[in-house]
């Protein structure tokens, strides 16, 4: 390797400052008027503003005569409904732009002489940066070492890998496949030849999810009977009405259907989604992909890693069984890949460095005495990495490390010696150590070598994965560990952390089995030692078929196809490779197995949040539906009157919708900061689960039955105890709107209670502020159709909105109770 230190960070700012990022111009914020425009760009809406057109033609046709109310009204409440779609949609954008900058690539570079980590976008021209494989390349640069194999199928469509060697030039987008190198940046950003694909997170793009796209489906369908409901009482308005009365008919059956339509559902459940993803990441769990919130809560399988996810990942040499100590730390050294004094390269590698410092080894030192000649970088398939150096007794030398069987079978021993050091690592391992074996030899070679002895390390558990895993368990999801190290550390290390198991099965096993065979152990097994991580795609095939849905664990390169056929790729942050990440659905930032039952936590609660908010905007608009139906059919039955000859109606057009604006914003937009506890004491929710179960149903019907019941009993008792029509239709507008608003608490109540959410206390006391005000101010009141009431009647609403409340309640109880049993 070259002795070049790289830039220093003072001539790496001023080049930075010069030439700009590593990334391409961000493309200009959307502007204002913009996102506001696009509010109105709904079917629904469309409907509304040709009422408002409608409505204020006939005023004009009239001759202006009063100030148009309606219109008036209408207009309000399309802009204020539009400010909040705004307000919405800014605050997912704000909430994936916070995801995307967690995100961002991170590359290891020279500086000052010494490896840092650094985001892709603040490498320079000149900078030096290191490859491993699995890394993306991130600019345009020229190769400083040999030994890299680039897939550049991204840049040339050519899928068959490249070899690259020293002076080569490497293109940023394309893949490191095998090797690791030192690169040279050339070009960087736009000036690259991949600039233009230099984004890796496009698939945090806000986007339609499979959930998103099942939740309009359902507003659509429910859209179309709500619409033919507002058709036919439109009809029958104008029959009963006659054509003169035709305007204030049409924007009733309008304002009826856009009430009972949860046309902001869409908007809601984006931002639920992109709060979630957001609470997510402060907890290490970083979401790419918004379809993977979905899958979380119907995990019932987690294969996972051992090392770093299960274990620390602190590779600390515990101790050495060698015949040469000296030798040994030779080949620790000269056959790694890190660097000394940074934490770029495997843990195992790095922990051999710490132990030979600690030796009193001068590792730079010892390096530059014996140069690498040539070099066979660590790799899944061959189990072991060789390096061929310069050595001042022997014109060159080849060290060699990696798995015990690998090493012992390629070094020359006896039949009885070969068993006994394969007897000892099967020991060490039994005991949950980490075992290493080293070799050497003359010259270049890879075979016939001189074993040295073993290194043992210790991995300890993570304190905290134990109670995770009996969380996991608990909530129906079973955890394989799957590792690649000696199937007698797997089984220690599995008894140490709550795995129970009767036996291990290895990737030999899996290699002879069958389609059936494998799918058996897959159901049967829970600890895999010594797998290929290309049997990783095996295994989720095989759990798969089983019908279970499976979250896949990987870091290497050649996991990035296991955790691409999952059903959640999770990839780890610190130690995953580029390509891992690209593919994966979730990234652990922390690469803690806790994190993932932490992230299915959150995701199940996720959908306990969107499953209130469906209860809540279907069962009150439901009740509204049927109050203004049925009270305007028994109205024309009846041949209920105004003074002026027009049929009472329950509510006018411009109440219905104040109510609709004032309910499904905010406290529906509130129900997305429920925490509910219990979520992992449930068995996984079936991917084919109904958006809405039956006891969800069941209480939307109850709940929109028992709040239209008790409005329209409001509206025949009220005129018997001598109130005047206005103040009985005022009396039930009100309670309309203030039970719509307390009906939020029993729709969040399922087979279990969330927390006290202050956002959802505040929505509520807001909206009721709102209603009263509405109320007493001269200007709203007249709007709404002189709203005013004694206070006697406001206790009665008040009672009754209670009653409802109460009533609602129960109806959720005696649902969820049914289920329970």
């Keep these: 390797m070259t002795d070049r230190p790289g830039l220093s960070s003072e001539e790496a700012r001023a080049r930075l400052e010069r030439d700009g990022p590593n990334a391409l111009p961000e493309p200009a914020p959307t502007r204002f008027t913009t996102r506001l425009l696009r509010q109105f760009a709904s079917p629904l809406i469309y409907l509304l503003l040709g009422a408002l057109v409608f409505d204020l033609a006939v005023w004009v046709v009239d001759g202006m005569p009063d100030w148009p109310m309606e219109a008036t009204a209408i207009a309000l409440i399309l802009l204020l409904n539009a400010g909040l779609g705004v307000y919405q949609e800014q605050r997912s954008e704000a909430a994936l732009a916070r995801l995307k900058a967690l995100a961002t690539a991170q590359v290891w570079v020279w500086r000052d002489g010494a490896l840092v980590h650094l985001p892709a976008q603040d490498i320079?021209?000149?900078?030096?940066?290191?490859?491993?494989?699995?890394?993306r390349i991130a600019?345009?640069?020229?190769?400083?070492?040999?030994?890299?194999?680039?897939?550049?199928?991204?840049?040339?469509?050519?899928?068959?890998?490249?070899?690259?060697?020293?002076?080569?030039e490497v293109f940023s987008g394309t893949l490191a496949v095998r090797g690791q190198s030192r690169m040279e940046v050339l070009r960087i950003g736009a000036d690259s030849a991949m600039g233009r694909l230099a984004t890796m997170l496009e698939g945090v793009r806000p986007g339609k999810t499979p959930l998103e796209r099942r939740v309009e489906a359902l507003g659509r369908q429910i859209a179309r009977w709500v619409i033919a409901l507002a058709a036919a009482l439109g009809l029958l308005g104008i029959l009963a009405e006659g054509l003169s009365r035709a305007p204030e008919v049409v924007v009733f059956a309008v304002a009826l259907a856009v009430a009972a339509v949860p046309e902001g559902l869409p908007a809601v459940l984006t931002v639920a989604l992109a709060l979630g993803v957001e609470r997510m990441s402060r907890h290490k769990a970083l979401v790419r992909r918004l379809v993977a919130v979905e899958a979380l809560g119907s995990i019932t399988v987690i294969a996972t890693d051992k090392t770093g996810t299960l274990t620390e990942g602190r590779m600390d040499v515990q101790a050495i069984d060698v015949t040469d100590a000296a030798r040994a730390t030779r080949a620790m050294v000269l056959a790694n890949d890190a660097e000394p004094g940074a934490t770029a390269g495997d843990p195992m590698d790095l922990g051999l460095l710490r132990y030979a410092a600690a030796q009193g080894i001068d590792v730079p030192a010892l390096r530059e005495a014996h140069p690498v000649i040539e070099a066979r970088p660590f790799d899944s398939e061959w189990k072991f990495a060789r390096a061929t150096v310069r050595d001042g007794d022997h014109g060159t030398a080849t060290y060699v490390k990696g798995a015990p069987e690998a090493v012992i079978g390629r070094s020359r021993l006896?039949?009885?010696?070969?068993?006994?050091?394969?007897?000892?690592?099967?020991?060490?391992?039994?005991?949950?150590?980490?075992?290493?074996?080293?070799?050497?030899?003359?010259?270049?070679?890879?075979?016939?070598?001189?074993?040295?002895?073993?290194?043992?390390?210790?991995?300890?558990?993570?304190?905290?994965v134990a109670e995770s895993i009996r969380r996991a368990q608990s909530a129906g999801i079973r955890v394989l560990m799957i590792t690649g190290d000696h199937p007698a550390t797997a089984r220690a290390i599995a008894g140490r952390i709550g795995i129970a198991h009767t036996r291990v099965v290895t990737g030999d096993e899996l290699a002879a089995a069958d389609a059936g065979t494998r799918s058996q152990l897959a159901r049967d097994t829970p600890i895999f030692?010594?797998?290929q991580p290309e049997q990783k795609l095996q295994l989720v095939e095989a759990l798969q078929a089983g019908h279970e849905v499976v979250a896949m664990t990987g870091d290497g390169v050649n996991d990035a196809a296991a955790l691409k056929r999952a059903?959640?790729?999770?990839?780890?942050?610190?130690?995953?490779s580029d390509v891992t990440r690209e593919v994966a659905d979730l990234v652990l930032l922390d690469d803690n197995f806790a994190t993932i039952v932490r992230a299915v936590d959150e995701g199940r609660g996720i959908y306990e949040n969107i499953q209130s908010f469906l209860r809540f905007l279907f069962s009150t608009n439901l009740s509204e539906v049927l109050f203004v139906a049925t009270g305007t059919l028994l109205a024309f039955a009846i041949g209920m009157r105004d003074d002026a000859g027009a049929l009472v109606v329950p509510l006018t057009a411009v109440q219905i919708l104040w109510m609709n604006l004032l309910t499904d914003g905010l406290p529906a937009l509130a129900l997305a900061f429920d925490r509910t506890p219990g979520v992992m004491a449930r068995p996984p929710r079936p991917v084919n689960a109904p958006l809405l179960d039956r006891p969800s149903l069941q209480f939307i019907a109850g709940a929109g039955l028992v709040k239209a019941a008790l409005a329209l009993a409001g509206l025949a008792v009220l005129p018997w105890a001598g109130y005047s029509l206005e103040q009985t239709r005022a009396a039930a507008f009100h309670f309309m709107a203030i039970g719509q608003l307390l009906l939020t608490y029993p729709a969040r109540r399922s087979w279990t209670i969330p927390r006290p959410n202050r956002y959802l206390h505040g929505a509520v006391i807001g909206g009721i502020v709102l209603q009263l005000a509405a109320a007493w101010l001269p200007w709203t009141s007249q709007m709404l159709g002189g709203a005013s009431l004694p206070w006697r009647l406001w206790l009665v609403v008040g009672v009754a909105s209670i009653s409802a409340w109460a009533a609602c309640t129960i109806v959720a109880r005696v649902v969820w109770r049914a289920r329970a049993d």
Excluded: C
Aim: avoid cysteine; proline fraction near 5%; charge should be negative.
């Design 414 to 464: 006896p039949t009885e010696e070969r068993e006994t050091w394969t007897s000892k690592a099967e020991q060490h391992a039994a005991e949950g150590l980490r075992v290493l074996a080293v070799a050497w030899g003359d010259g270049q070679r890879e075979d016939d070598l001189t074993l040295l002895g073993l290194v043992l390390f210790w991995d300890p558990p993570r304190p905290e």
């Design 529 to 531: 030692a010594r797998v």
């Design 567 to 576: 059903d959640v790729g999770v990839a780890m942050g610190q130690r995953g």
């Design 124 to 135: 320079v021209r000149g900078d030096l940066v290191r490859i491993d494989a699995g890394d």
């Design 139 to 168: 600019a345009d640069g020229r190769v400083v070492d040999a030994g890299l194999l680039l897939d550049e199928s991204v840049l040339t469509g050519e899928s068959v890998p490249v070899d690259k060697t020293r002076g080569d």
